[in-house]
């Protein structure tokens, strides 16, 4: 597996003292860690098959993507449906990002983001000088301001209030041109994480989401919701050289197979998120090139620990017993995945890989039921188109269970449903989530007062070692705090997370510069200014 | 007494537009979520809910935004998308344009086609010919549209030939006259649904009057082959066909939502399909209508044009 030589890369690297994603510091070592990254994307990441030497500067490119509709948005920092977030990373930046190969945070528009005297309740940011919007206004601190500010706004709070809602909004203060404070409610090392995320992108002070603004490689030209959008070649992009194609149009499809047919038909240049199941009939075709990533993306099937018959934990775990993960890769993502273990962000520095990888067991299962007094369970699983291969884990899970006796009814529900009244609340279901590091995924959704806590987790151990873990910049010390949450997480929690899966793009043999990425952003985190036509 | 009829039949058409709307309201209503749910979905946290309602003005009673949208389609205004807040006019305008040309195209070219296959087939009724052509339109008759898209797609479009795109792009403010090969393989799996049907009630009625007496007389006046079968045998046999193509024509109407979804075009039918996915209810509430109308309308011009081939029922209703 070619991320665990990437391991060993970024160990190497953050043992060297020069760079690292979470290698938080105290105060001065801060500025080493988050600061002077310049444009580095390709860092860590495998090598790219086309250098820009090999481009032909020019042309159009035109790339599919499935979702979106009439509500079709280029405002960035509302970005919902998969093309909404491919619009979003070429208009805009956010002050961070992780990036591609998920090793880094890496410096976009901030040059350093750091903790005033260790203490990790006060962050300051500063701005990479000479920065430009699309309409020549230089990028200040008050564009960062009311970019924040916008996103908190309480009257309409944009996707990065659930992440950032710790920001003191009205604390936030300019040192100077470049330079913003910025207060938090609580202390929090995971800032950098949570703030460095693509809907938190930097707009104008003058924004106007119908005729957007921002810093990306591409300006905007139109959008037909639903249909498609255009973008154009942003000259006076800072980093220098890129984007190489002058247009770019990225066309919405409402089906899978319909934005295939068109890539093998010519008709666009490049797709993402190929449906497992046609992943080899591509990679037979001789023009096309298929780019297949592995991910940190975990689609689990969720359990409600206050909802009977799961507010049992030994009927959790029986569940989390009945699950054959191997035969779960190979029969719904057609073995575009690798197994996991009941445990998320398995990027991070911390991730408790020590844990034993736990087995499909139904004699234990059945035992564990049995002593609950659930020997003849029979339980609902909603499930929904929201994400590929959810459908059909839900079936194979309902296989699976049969070997222990246990009866799991799939309930298919369209997405309006799924997401309606019940959203948070379905006592089982399943869910998808990106690659993120551990805080930030803990953040999102393993506390009270997280914003999607589906399986209504809420321990207290857990959250003490949480808040101690947020407040600690030293890295090991958090690490031992984060293992021992997962601990409690991988014996109590109330996830069966079966499979991290794959994210498979497509491209004509025509163009080159789309990389691999582990964050699960696909096209090589929608990096489309690296991406051109070959000579 | 035709005019009175007709407007009789205008009148129950306009009742029948009615109910449909409240059914498709009921089920509109039935469905679970609402589009700020629909719309935010995994994204909805309780903020930003409360925010985008307040912004698409959901929080009116479902009812007062029924009444509002029909007093709204009575004086000709179509309201505004609950998804977007744009005017369901300016979002479907362009829609329904392509929409009606597929179906306009499909239907000019499908209905002479059948016409001209089942009245060649009658002439060769039981042989060769008239085996090989009820075999295949019989198979074509039992094959889903998509699955006939899907494979017009295989063949002229990714796999075998490139000749045609494979689906239906259009560039911004593009129609799709202005890019006609958008049009082919839609029109063409529209066309392959709707012929076998055609063709074979114009062949049955067809083998009916050919076996008549007034065609064995004509015959044997010594009249030509062909005016026998198209001054004589044709318009008599194609009153059955008249029928049969209105319903095959309004099933266009609403065939059009598979066949667009098949090949992502730019039409009523993904718009319709995305409005009910968006719980978008006039969006939802516009298209069926104009789906329900079109069959309503063409379902009064084939009783009309039945008279009016029918001398008997002309005179009566004269």
Redesign the interface.
Known sequence: MVWLDEELTRRQVIRAGAAGGLALGAGGALAGCFGGDDDSANNGAPAPQAQPGDFRPGGTLRIGATGGGAEDTVDGQKPTSDPDIMRTWQLFEPLAVRNAAFTKLEMVLAESLEAEKGKADTWTVRLKPDLEFHNGKTVTADDVIFSLQRILDPKDPKVGAASIGYVDAKGLKKMDARTVRIPLKFANSSFPEDLGQYFNNIVPTDFDPKNPVGTGAFKYKSLKPGEQSTFVRFPNYWRKGEPYVDELVIIDFTEPTAKVNALVGGQVEAINNVPFSQVSSLQGNGNLKVVISETGSWQPFTMRVDADPFKDNRVRQAMRLLVDRDQMVQQVLSGQGRIANDLYAPYDDCYAKDLPQRKQDLEQAKSLLKQAGQSDLRVELVTGDIFRGVVEAAQVFAEQAKGAGVEVKVRKVDTGTFYGDNYLSWPFAQDFWATRTYLTQVAQGSLPDSPFNETHWDDKEFQSLIRQARGELDEDKRCELLKEAQKLEYDKGGYIIPYFSNSVDAHSSKIGGIQEAKSGFTLGNYQLRSVGFLK | MLTRLILRRLALGLLTLWLVSLLVFAATLA????AA?????????P??LA?LRD?LHLDEPVVTQYLKWLGGILTGDLGN?A??Q?PVSE?LSDRVGNSLFLVVVSAVVAVPLSIFVGVWTAMRRDRAPDHIVSTGSLILASLPEFVIG?AL?LLF???VF?AF???S????GEKAWDDPKVVVLPAATLVLAVVPYISRIMRGSMVEVLESEYVTMATLKGLPRRTVIWRHAVPNAIVPAIQVTALQLAYLAGGVVVVE????Y?GIG??L???V????MP?VQTVTMLAAGIYVGLNILADVATILVTPKLRTAAR
């Open positions: 469905l679970p979520g609402d749910q629909a719309i935010l979905g995994r994204e909805a946290t903020e930003r925010a912004q998308s998804a977007t744009q979002l899907i797609i479009a990714t796999e490139h795109p494979a689906v792009l259009l560039g911004p979804f098949v090949f992502s730019p993904a718009a399909v995305e409005a996915g968006n719980r978008d969006v």
